[in-house]
């Protein structure tokens, strides 16, 4: 497994400390890695009606709205000491620009490695773009 530098765990630790969760009080920080290697950072947002914005989905925006189409690493750290993986809908967002490359890794509150996946394993059998004859 890939280890991170200290300087994308300070960036997952601080994004997640602006988490917006006042519901859950389960804050949550994502950094994605554009094809460029530009990095993106992002927090879960929630509000009243349960439908917020998830960090993963948070940083892909902003990735999306720089104006890059593909992932090349995908970062999420949690609260505590145990995995805080994408939800289904984060894992989906993530396919949507991902490829074979892509790794996904999540870390514990500390920003330890707890484990590392492919796109394949994060989300086996995927619907993507190119079942809808489109390729990114």
Known sequence: MSAADATL?????AV????YA??????VGALV???SGTRYAGANVEVAHYKGLCAEASAISAMVSAGERRLREVW???????LCTPCGDCRQRIREFA????RI?????????LKEYSMAELLPDAF???NLGQAL
């Open 9 to 13: 765990i300070e960036t997952l630790v």
């Open 16 to 19: 997640r400390g602006n988490a």
């Open 22 to 27: 006042p519901y859950s009080r389960h804050p």
């Open 33 to 35: 890695i554009g094809e």
């Open 76 to 82: 999420v750290i949690g609260p505590g000491e145990h």
């Open 99 to 102: 490829d074979e490359h892509t």
């Open 105 to 113: 890794r999540v870390v514990d509150a500390d920003g330890e490695l």
């Open 128 to 130: 993507g773009p190119e």
